[in-house]
């Protein structure tokens, strides 16, 4: 059975970091791109970002440019997200996930609530 | 960036109707797109992708057609498990995008 556990979110203050991981189980993780989509609750679903199988090549939201940074770790099935410089904007579900049809994958998300 | 303009936005019908879902791209995608339902409190879930294709283990009454810009999803005689919000979201370029969700509701 397919598991995409995410872990580390939280409330933090304006301008703070968190990192996000995303623990996954049951499918071969290596093999494929990963992703994280935000979503606020209540409201739509927002990409964030993405990384390739082998982790050389990476993709982001205008919004999360040069503030996030995906990585992964293969060894361990993890998936990350590192958030530095948060805003209140940057508040929601944080959603990891295996977008790819017959592997489409998504965790329960966890919740980032960036206020003062 | 791809702006995927869904409609409508909410709709409300009754057990064993027909409903459509609309959504427009901002540019020629091809078929890059994908349908997801989610239902309150749960992530969302693959119905269709390349526009057309029914995901695995997907009931056959869910449909999706389109190309180019245009698209449209549907339920053939919608049930009450199928309450939910559904998405379009293309794949054709990055930044990835969804249409803003159409809300489901039985009458």
């Known amino acids: 059975e397919v598991h995409l556990v995410e872990s580390g979110g939280g409330l933090i203050q304006p301008g703070g970091s968190l990192r996000l991981s995303c623990a996954a189980s049951g499918f071969t993780f290596s093999s494929y791109w990963m992703h994280w989509v935000r979503q606020v609750p209540g409201k739509g679903l927002v990409w964030v970002s993405r990384i390739n199988s082998d982790a050389s090549r990476t993709n982001y939201a205008d919004s999360v440019k040069g503030r996030f940074t995906i990585s992964r770790d293969n060894g361990k099935n993890t998936l990350y997200l590192q958030m530095n410089s948060l805003r209140a904007e940057d508040t929601g579900v944080y959603f990891c996930?295996?977008?790819?049809?017959?592997?489409?994958?998504w965790g329960q998300g966890t919740l980032v609530t960036v206020s003062s | 960036d791809i702006q995927m303009t869904q409609s409508p936005s909410s709709l409300s019908a009754s057990v064993g109707d027909r409903i459509t879902i609309t959504c427009q791209a901002s540019?020629?995608?091809?078929?890059?797109l994908d349908w997801y339902q989610q239902k309150p409190g749960k992530a969302p879930r693959l119905l269709i992708y390349d526009a057309s294709t029914l995901e695995t283990g997907v009931p056959s009454r869910f449909s999706g057609i389109g190309s180019g810009t245009d698209f449209t999803f549907i339920i053939n005689s919608l049930q009450s498990e199928d309450i939910a919000t559904y998405y379009c979201q293309q794949y054709n370029d990055v930044p990835l995008t969804f249409g803003g969700g159409t809300k489901v509701e039985i009458k």
């Open positions: 540019q020629d995608i091809s078929k890059s």
């Open positions: 996930a295996n977008l790819q049809w017959r592997a489409n994958y």
